[in-house]
């Protein structure tokens, strides 16, 4: 029964949000409040000599560094906390000694009484620093490249690789090889991150504005030595992530420690360029793509090669080849990951964590192999399709070559059109462009669990350990609730955002909607079925007797299907026994990795833009995106996270990029002010198309996700798009002014 599910059901939080009574992290007030700001270091390496004493200052509580701040407890790791194990973000912990490894890495804390005086005090301590030799660039350290064994924190291999690449290559048809560079990106989230941290005795209470309140528990417990039972947190709202936030940074356990050393709750929040030092970024990158193909256009190899910056400190890259390795069928493939150490703190995930900037490379490289082929690139695609995975197993569900043709007919794609330069509009020289989309449909998080309680008034509540980052979860969760338990939405509230409640996983990868369903779900399910066992057990009810697999349950009343009239409301069976509320829990484990199907959201971008060759100016005309992301909780949701994907892969596409100025090992733009983002005069008409599968593998209602997926393959489809405007083929995002126009030496 779904009568919320896949209803365009508004945001049950927008009222709260737009009227202002929704509380984010920063916003948290509590008695007795004291302020802490960072202090990052301004060399990108060697060691803190000294602190020039701080001169009076009012209202001072404690200037915290390597000196006085005490040791933390456990050891710091990579990733495990977002798949369940105790770790922090990086395997790296501040201010333990005087070693700096790079620009912003925090080397005092102070904690003031005021937020303004604390301020004051962090921008007049003087740190001395003997500075050493840094390497930023991936030019600085080229020759110190290394192949990564492992990814993401030891979750993926390194390298991957079936058939025998080199032979096929050297046998193909038609050969391409392609390199790729990618500037570094930042996050930009809204609401820069944040945490408060207020001690009651030994049991400490975190706020913080996180992908995974759960992970942050397992976090500052593991690193302080404390009980998980004596680390709550709580995040009400979280004003955007995209990846900033799902692994937890030093600063969470940083303002419990400064709590705790002043005796005093402490809020601690980035200033916005801390947000470009202190809480990940996407590393800068190059690609290689080698791919051979038959005349007809069938891929015969395809070597896919990344090398990137990491941190002195953790093997992390955003993993390039998940996708590539299995979008098309090809019976040779190499994926490789290299990488450099750098001065840099460790990269993160971002939107679309590798498959953003692999979907450029490879979506660029076949429609290059389009052109050099003279094939329609829908239609090269097309060709291409697989059924299988990489290890040859069936998907478990498809759909890519149904979002190719609805998404070519809703555009109007014309394949008659594929000569560049060959349309104007004045001094507008107009392209279109597509790629395929694709976007890993993860297992790896644990047991996730969910509790769903009924009361006597017939309202429901059902709850999980998650926040609401702005996805629309906590709406989402309330229409599985509300029909798994067979309640009116208007009765339903999901309550979530502490980790008093069953835990969940970090919401990653974007496998919220389906990790959280299954388990809301169960929960919900688990609960109907109680009260329907009770039900046909009382001599009492209506449906006394019956088989309790014929009983349903429809807007809070339990009715014999069939016999509808026979039946009883929820709140009538409870006050008869005198139940003022009732509640089970439920739990989902997803399928194991082994599991013999492949799992990838597919979909399929186009792009029109317009080039004034004589400026460089692209401005993107419309794009349009069509996607098979299985079950749709909420299509307006949907929508508008896909939507959103879309025009942030705009932004990766033209505007978005930072580099390290390597003299002194600092982001070039170190600061929101200086990093372009799209505006509203930037978006074009952006369109949503959905083609509906049916995925009985993927969780228990066949959720793909729709978080990441609507990003990847945008650039590659602008980018095809300004070839096919201007004849000029950029292999580097983001594609600036000077990329696309025509050289001087071309004016007439
Ligand atoms: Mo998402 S970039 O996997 O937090």
């Known amino acids: 029964m779904t009568s919320a599910i896949g209803k365009p059901v508004s945001r049950v939080d927008g009222p709260a949000k737009v009227t202002g009574a929704a509380r984010y992290t920063a916003e948290i007030v509590v008695p007795d409040l004291a302020y802490a700001v960072l202090v990052g270091a301004t ?54 000694d005087d070693q700096v490894h790079y620009f912003g890495q925090p080397v005092a804390l102070v904690v003031a009484d005021s937020h303004e005086r604390a301020q004051h005090a962090a921008a007049s301590l003087r740190v001395r620093y003997e500075r050493t030799a840094s390497t930023t660039t991936i030019d600085e350290g080229r ?40 500037a570094a990106n930042h996050h930009n989230a809204l609401e820069p991150t944040a945490a408060t941290a207020v001690w009651d005795g030994d049991q400490v209470t975190i706020y913080d504005s996180t992908q995974g309140i759960r992970a942050s528990q397992l976090t500052v417990s593991h690193l302080l030595g404390l009980p998980l039972a004596n680390v709550r947190v709580i995040a009400n709202f979280v004003g955007g992530g995209f990846g900033a936030k799902a692994m937890i940074w030093p600063h969470v356990t940083l303002s419990a420690m400064a709590a705790r050393h002043v005796g005093r709750p402490v809020k601690l929040v ?273 449906l006394h007797g019956a088989d309790p697999a014929d009983v349903e349950a429809v807007a809070g009343r339990m009715q014999l299907r069939g016999d509808t009239a026979k039946g009883e409301h929820y709140g009538d069976l409870m006050q008869r026994h005198r139940l003022s509320e009732v509640e089970a829990l439920g739990s989902w484990t997803p399928p194991p990795l082994d599991t013999p199907h492949g799992l990838l959201t597919f979909g399929a971008q186009f792009a029109e833009v317009a080039v004034d060759p004589d400026l460089g100016l692209v401005r993107v005309r419309r794009l349009l995106g069509a996607f098979a992301p299985g079950r749709v909780l909420n299509p307006k949701l949907a929508r508008s996270q896909l939507m959103g994907g879309i025009l942030w892969g705009l932004g990766q596409a033209l ?41 009985d593998v993927a969780n228990t209602l066949g959720v793909k996700g729709v978080g990441e997926v609507g990003q990847v393959g945008v650039a590659a489809a602008i980018g095809n798009a300004v070839f096919n405007a201007t004849g000029r083929r950029v292999r580097e995002l983001p594609i600036s002014a000077e990329l696309v126009m025509d050289p001087v030496d071309s004016w007439a």
Not at 64 to 92: D, W
């Open 143 to 182: 020759d110190q490249a290394f192949e990564a064994e492992r990814l993401f924190g030891g979750l993926m291999p390194g390298r991957t690789e079936r058939g025998d690449v080199d032979a096929a290559l050297a046998d193909a048809e038609v050969r391409l090889d392609l390199q790729f560079r990618f």
């Open 270 to 542: 980035l200033t916005r360029p801390q947000t470009y030092t202190s809480n990940g970024h996407r590393e800068e990158q190059e690609q290689t793509v080698s791919l051979g193909a038959t005349r007809d256009g069938r891929l015969t190899a395809l070597d896919h090669r990344k090398l990137s910056i990491t941190s002195p400190f953790d093997e992390w890259a955003e993993p390039a080849t998940g996708v590539s390795s299995q979008l098309y069928k090809c019976p040779n493939f190499r994926g490789v990951h290299r990488m450099i150490r750098g001065n840099t703190l460790t990269p993160t995930f971002m939107r679309g964590p590798g498959e953003s900037t692999a979907s450029f490379a490879l979506e660029t490289a076949m429609d290059e192999l389009a052109v050099e082929l003279g094939v329609d690139p829908v239609e090269l695609r097309l060709r291409n399709h697989t059924d299988v995975d990489d290890r040859g197993n069936p998907w478990s569900s498809d759909g890519l070559p149904e979002c190719l043709r609805l998404g070519a007919e809703k555009f109007g794609w014309d394949a008659t059109s594929r000569v560049p330069r060959s349309r104007r509009d004045g001094n507008w020289l107009i392209g279109t462009g597509m790629a395929s989309a694709a976007y890993p449909v993860p297992l790896f998080m644990p047991t996730q669990r969910a509790r769903a309680r009924l009361y006597a008034d017939g309202s429901a509540v059902v709850e999980a350990g998650t926040q609401e980052f702005g996805t629309g979860v906590l709406t989402a969760m309330t229409q599985v609730g509300a029909d798994a338990l067979g309640v009116p939405l208007a009765d339903t509230r999901f309550h979530g955002g502490s980790t008093d409640l069953p835990n969940v996983s970090s919401a990653v990868g974007s496998a919220g909607a389906g990790m959280i369903s299954a388990a809301v779900h169960d929960a919900a399910t688990n609960l109907r079925r109680q009260l329907i066992e009770l039900a046909v057990a009382d001599e009492a009810s209506p």
């Open 43 to 96: 060399v990108p390496s060697g060691r803190v000599v000294g602190f020039e004493p701080l001169g009076p200052t009012d209202g001072l509580l404690a200037v915290l560094t390597h000196e006085n701040l005490g040791k933390i407890v456990g050891r710091p790791q990579l990733l495990p906390s977002l798949v369940g194990g105790p770790a922090p973000g990086a395997s790296f912990f501040p201010m333990q």
């Open 655 to 695: 505007l978005e990029g930072n580099r390290m100025d390597p003299r002194y090992g600092r982001w070039g733009a170190g600061n929101l002010g200086e990093y372009l983002v799209p505006v509203n005069a930037d978006a074009p008409d952006v369109q949503v198309e959905f083609v509906s599968v049916a995925d």
